[in-house]
């Protein structure tokens, strides 16, 4: 167990439509990233927000977003859903210092777009 | 792109250890090399790191070559709950984090 929960665990969309992912991270944590990861491959990094500042981004297009709020939740936002989109996100939290930071990862939530 | 390079599979015997080599030839002198374990559609979960010095830790333990161009991951006595994909990673601290395709380490009874 991480502490870091994701919700929802499973959900279907449809092309074209919205869809926002949540993840509540770790006590204590102050950054978190967030994850794509296609059917065999390693994660891919969305983007990371530290102190509900976006902190660094992947090469992901606008139509992901993301928030993060005073106690350190955040959101997912994918707008505009494309058939590629299917796959297992990921949000990882950590405490940033300027060093060794470990990520610890939620369990995901697996999209499938139809 | 990723930063290191892994075999893509390895077997290993329950009660062997297993030995999880990675390549990182253009590590940065303030990247620290991670490793992290994903078991299936699972997340990721860290096991160890370091910066220069070998560690151990009650997972596993991680050899890092003096030139720190590459590394190894052991566990020391494998089980069948070990068989996972295995992430070697560099990295500045948990920021813009890359991971590769890993290695899948199956452990067989």
């Known amino acids: 167990e991480t502490g870091v929960t994701q919700s929802p665990t499973h959900l279907i969309k449809t092309r074209g439509q919205q869809v926002t992912l949540r993840c509540s991270s770790q006590s204590g944590h102050n950054t978190v990233s967030w994850y794509q990861q296609a059917l065999g491959q390693g994660p891919q990094f969305i983007f990371q927000?530290?102190?509900?500042?976006?902190?660094g981004r992947g090469n992901f297009p606008p139509r992901f977003s993301g928030l993060q709020f005073p106690n350190y939740s955040s959101e997912l936002n994918v707008n505009a859903l494309e058939l590629d989109d299917s796959a297992l996100y990921l949000c990882?939290?950590?405490?940033?210092?300027?060093?060794?930071?470990?990520?610890?990862f939620g369990a995901g939530t697996r999209l499938s777009v139809l | 792109d990723a930063k290191t390079t892994q075999p893509p599979s390895m077997d290993c015997a329950e009660g062997r250890a297993a030995n999880l080599p990675c390549n990182h030839s253009t590590i940065s002198g303030n990247e620290y090399v991670y490793w992290y374990r994903q078991i299936h559609s699972q997340g990721p979960q860290y096991i160890i790191h370091g910066l220069k010095n070998n560690e151990t830790n009650e997972m596993a333990s991680l050899i890092i070559t003096e030139d720190r161009k590459s590394s190894t991951l052991i566990l020391p006595h494998a089980t069948l709950r070990d068989t996972a994909v295995y992430y070697c990673?560099?990295?500045?601290?948990?920021?813009?984090?890359?991971f590769g395709a890993g290695t899948r380490l199956f452990v067989k009874a």
């Open positions: 990673i560099v990295d500045p601290g948990g920021f813009k984090t890359i």
């Open positions: 990882a939290s950590s405490f940033w210092t300027s060093g060794d930071d470990i990520q610890y």
């Open positions: 927000y530290y102190r509900e500042e976006e902190n």
